[in-house]
């Protein structure tokens, strides 16, 4: 079991738009406690499950939040995008979290919309050491 203390929306939050009905985001099926919320496409998830697969996609390298559930009407994924900003407040990011995902996006993004490539190791100092 992890130490990691589960995050819970709280109830009163007038801003979520809380639903019943399994968390559609729980793939590895950890039946996290919290009251579900729906996301802009209208998913149900839990500030665990999204936080999760959010930090699988970053591992991905992928640095667009997309819904993954399937469809029940033409079995296609969802696929709808999610802001940042959704994803920071739904998924009640600390800031230990946040400061990880902002960084993997700007790296993600940099190289993404700027052409930058990785550099070996021994690129790496041969470049300091020409520097």
């Known amino acids: 079991m992890s130490s990691v203390q589960e995050k819970m929306y709280d109830r009163r939050d007038s801003s979520l738009r809380f639903v019943n009905g399994p968390d559609e985001l729980d793939f590895e099926w ?15 998830v839990t500030p ?3 936080t999760a697969w959010c930090r699988h996609l970053l591992s991905e390298g ?9 469809r029940k009407d033409n079995k296609k994924k969802c696929d709808a995008e999610w802001p940042y900003t959704e994803v920071r407040r739904m998924a009640l990011l600390t800031p230990e979290e946040k400061v990880e995902f902002e960084e993997k996006l700007a ?3 940099a190289g993404e919309y700027c052409d930058v490539k990785q550099l070996t190791e021994k690129e790496a100092l041969i470049s300091a050491g020409s520097a």
């Open 30 to 44: 950890n039946e996290y406690k919290s009251s579900m919320a729906a996301m802009s496409c209208g998913h149900a």
């Open 48 to 50: 665990m499950s999204l």
């Open 62 to 70: 992928i640095c667009k939040f997309t819904c993954p559930v399937e």
């Open 107 to 109: 790296r993600l993004a």
